[in-house]
């Protein structure tokens, strides 16, 4: 697979209240250490730790199939590069991270700024990087930059995914559903109506 893993470097900054900090990137802050947790942008040779969080993501769904386990991994890498492709080609102001945890790759993160608003394309942590607090303290940080910017975080997430119940606990709010998702958003708290 050819590697085309991160755009060029932009520099747009589109959140109100965002400081001209000199930045390449609107979430370079993600590059600080918040412990355990590390960001670093995608490189080449990231590809195949990609492949294996995103094939965790589908476990359940492809333990239902009843293809041989190769038919499943070539099933899966198409579908991993057609995914990959398309988040190139739509969000070609992306940010894409890789998450790692105390050094070692656990996860993917992929942003974009859209505006007042902070897209959240893609997050997921490989299975038995789950559970152990990571997920939070990767919000952690997403809700630190979303703070100091005054954007609003916004994602979809599949209605019969169970991770809707960890964003409602860490604060999102459920806007809307459609026939496979649930939109959802976060807002800062100093943005947030009245109670």
């Not at 094939?55 to 239902?64: G, H, I, P, V, Y």
């Not at 988040?87 to 859209?114: M, T, W």
């Not at 809700?143 to 960890?166: K, L, Q």
Request: aromatic share 14%.
């Amino acid at each position: 697979m050819e590697s085309a893993l991160l755009p060029e470097e932009t520099g747009h900054s589109s959140c109100p209240g965002a400081a001209n900090t000199g930045l390449p990137r609107p979430f370079s802050q993600l590059l600080r250490v918040y412990q355990p947790l590390t960001f670093r942008p995608l490189q080449p040779g990231d590809e195949t730790f990609l492949y294996e969080v995103y094939a965790s993501t589908r476990e359940q769904e492809m333990a239902l199939w009843a293809s041989s386990p190769e038919e499943k991994a070539a099933f899966l890498r198409m579908q991993f590069e057609a995914q990959h492709a398309f988040y190139q080609k739509q969000f070609p102001n992306g940010d894409f991270f890789l998450v790692l945890s105390d050094g070692r790759p656990v996860g993917r993160l992929y942003l974009e700024d859209q505006g007042n608003e902070v897209l959240l394309i893609e997050v997921a942590l490989l299975p038995k990087s789950r559970r152990l607090g990571l997920g939070r303290r990767l919000f952690e940080a997403l809700f630190e930059v979303g703070t100091s910017r005054d954007c609003f975080m916004v994602g979809h997430v599949e209605w019969w995914n169970p991770a809707i119940y960890f964003f409602l606990r860490i604060g999102f709010q459920i806007t809307g559903k459609s026939d496979t998702h649930y939109q959802i958003r976060w807002v800062p708290e100093r943005l947030s109506p009245p109670a």
